[in-house]
């Protein structure tokens, strides 16, 4: 059965430093969302992306995050500049018309 | 903006017994209640979803419940098994045409004792 794959699985960083998670979707999806979760608490929910836009974000997704769909295949999020508060478990999600969202196996980020 | 409480935290149930786990949401316009199970170190695995044009939705041994009035919808496992534990997320959507975010409740880890 295809999956949602997360590269790399685990990022240690310093502060201030930029990150890149990837994410290769399943083959027919067309839409994409970022979510992360710190430790303990809910997942929420980041950024959807659909035809290389960025169709909805939320309050947490500001101009230190970025997202993209470089060549065709990988989504990524960058994240500029870390902060410790970065600290997290990062998930892809993508789903095709459907409204079922898959989700890859995450990235857990460590800001130090 | 939505907002979804999930309960218990946390619950244990003997093997063979019923689990059921409880959500609410806050925005009448949410129409879409999927739940995800997540296991240590892997991301959430869709186990069942309703549109809340449907009021149950039965898969095996479980069973997802939706009272649109009273804005709660519930998850019932029959007949656990130690492979049920595990953490299991509720979410709320509204679905449109590019966004269909999803709105997590704050997880409930599931312990099946054997």
């Known amino acids: 059965e295809p999956e949602v794959t997360q590269t790399p699985s685990h990022q240690v960083t310093q502060m201030g430093q930029e990150v890149i998670l990837r994410c290769v979707p399943i083959?027919?999806?067309?839409?994409f969302y970022w979510y992360r979760q710190i430790l303990g608490q809910k997942v929420e929910f980041l950024v959807s992306?659909?035809?290389?836009?960025?169709?909805?974000k939320s309050e947490i997704f500001d101009d230190q995050f970025s997202v993209e769909r470089p060549d065709g295949s990988n989504f990524t999020l960058k994240i500029r500049s870390t902060k410790l508060e970065d600290s997290a478990m990062y998930f892809c999600?993508?789903?095709?018309?459907?409204?079922?969202?898959?989700f890859g196996p995450g990235t857990r980020l460590l800001v130090l | 903006g939505e907002n979804v409480e999930q309960h218990p935290s946390t619950l244990s149930v003997q093997e063979g017994d019923s689990a059921v786990i409880k959500c609410t949401y806050s925005?009448?316009?949410?129409?879409?209640f999927p739940w995800y199970k997540q296991e240590l170190g892997k991301g959430p695995q869709l186990i069942i979803d309703?549109?809340?044009?449907?009021g149950e939705k039965k898969d095996q041994r479980i069973a997802v419940t939706l009272n649109k009035t009273a804005k709660h919808f519930s998850l019932h496992i029959t007949e656990t098994q130690p492979e049920d534990s595990a953490v299991y997320f509720c979410?709320?959507?509204?679905?449109?045409?590019?966004?269909?975010?999803?709105?997590f409740g704050a997880g409930t880890i599931l312990r099946v004792k054997s």
């Open positions: 999600a993508t789903r095709t018309v459907r409204e079922t969202q898959y």
């Open positions: 083959s027919n999806h067309l839409y």
């Open positions: 992306f659909y035809n290389n836009e960025i169709s909805e």
């Open positions: 925005d009448s316009a949410s129409n879409y």
């Open positions: 309703i549109r809340s044009n449907v």
């Open positions: 979410a709320a959507s509204t679905i449109m045409e590019y966004g269909n975010k999803l709105v």
